[in-house]
């Protein structure tokens, strides 16, 4: 029989040419490559890492790189023999370079374990990621300095505001208590006009007090003082202060509708107990002496909601959007300071307000106040 001759291409690789052949293809990558035995000695290292940092084959991987020998009894017993794969950043004290090393075990042909090491050079990286953070820090401190001076100047805005409008409000009453001052100066008033002039001055006087009030209310930097509160007893006091202003309560209806279950909540009962008071003397004069006003409240998302609802003539749409607006009044007497007080307050404790209306039905505002824990646990 004639045995067919085997082409050289046919020809079984040897373990040798195997092994050149893996050898040549570490020796062509960029990352340096090492292999260390369990017995801590290095066994391999590519053509990259013996130029970067010279020739370590036969020395111990922690005396050769410099590493705390821990970190390679964690490599070799704090790993399995199927991984996971360790990294780690580490910086070559010779070169000063950085490197993302990643350690995984190695299967060899004779059965033993050793461990695979691959140094990536990270070094630019890191440098730019150095500079991208510089350049962040510059951007959020250059952010804050026009945040602060943004503030000044709407803070400035505000107290300008603040000034043309007080000097506007209290124009009319000045001028009232002046023109008192002056009949009353001249002499020769009969007793009933005297008394006249001096209910007027004493009017008037109260009225100026209570817009200069309303001013510095507005303009003071409103922190709350944080407890935990019942939310049912403060609707409750609510509704006590507003049922006893006959001036204007007339024959309207206050109820109340709080969950038996609904828990104390962190607030500042006093400044919410304001706000509450704020909308439901507005919600009163608009009813006019006869409707419902409604208080409730509940918890949906961590979040508290409070609703005061009246079923008054309601806010046309073209006035909606600005009824929070500081100065912004539809009453002849009114500063306009009220929502907006209410909305400083709001915000102040972290939460929302708003209003919806349907023309000639009803008005309901809205305020909702997220959950905060509150130091000491003190409660109202």
Not at 52 to 80: K, L, P, T, V, Y
Request: charged content about 30%; some cysteine; glycine content about 8%.
């Amino acid at each position: 029989m004639i045995r067919r001759k085997r082409e050289p291409s046919e020809t079984p690789p040897t373990v040798g040419t195997e092994r050149d052949r893996l050898q040549a293809i570490l020796n062509s990558m960029d990352d340096g490559v090492a292999i260390v035995g369990r017995d801590y000695r290095i066994e391999f290292m590519n053509l990259s890492l013996r130029s970067e940092m010279g020739d370590g084959e036969g020395r111990f991987c922690f005396d050769f790189f410099g590493h705390d020998r821990a970190n390679c009894e964690e490599c070799q017993h704090g790993m399995s023999s199927f991984g996971p794969v360790l990294r780690r950043e580490w910086t070559c004290h010779k070169t000063g370079k950085i490197f993302d090393v990643s350690v995984a075990p190695l299967h060899k042909p004779d059965g033993d374990v050793a461990r695979l090491h691959i140094l990536r050079d990270i070094t630019e990286r890191k440098r730019l990621e150095s500079q991208l953070q510089e350049y962040s820090e510059r951007l959020e401190a250059k952010v804050r300095e026009q945040a602060e001076t943004l503030s000044r100047q709407e803070r400035l805005a505000l107290l300008g505001e603040i000034a043309a409008g007080l000097a506007h409000e209290i124009r009319t009453p000045l001028g009232a208590i002046l023109t008192g001052i002056r009949l009353l100066e001249k002499g020769g008033q009969p007793p009933d006009n005297e008394r006249i002039l001096f209910d007027l001055l004493k009017k008037e006087t109260a009225r100026l007090d209570r817009k200069v009030t309303e001013f510095l209310g507005y303009a003071r930097k409103r922190t709350p003082q944080w407890m935990l509160t019942s939310v049912a007893q403060l609707l409750q006091d609510v509704k006590t202060v507003l049922q006893n202003d006959p001036r204007l309560l007339g024959s309207v209806t206050i109820q109340c509708a709080v969950p038996a279950d609904l828990p104390p909540w962190p607030m500042d009962p006093d400044q919410i107990k304001e706000a509450l008071l704020n909308i439901g003397q507005n919600a009163l004069q608009a009813l006019q002496g006869s409707g419902t006003l409604r208080l409730e409240a509940k918890v949906t998302d961590n979040l508290l909601e409070i609703f005061v609802y009246d079923d008054g003539p309601g806010i046309p749409m073209d006035i909606l959007p600005q009824i929070f607006r500081p100065f912004f009044s539809r009453r002849s007497d009114g500063t306009g300071l009220g929502l907006a007080i209410c909305r400083e307050i709001v915000e102040a404790h972290g939460g929302r307000i708003a209003a919806t209306s349907v023309p000639g039905r009803s008005t309901v505002f809205r305020i909702a106040l997220p959950f905060r824990k509150t130091e000491g646990g003190s409660q109202r």
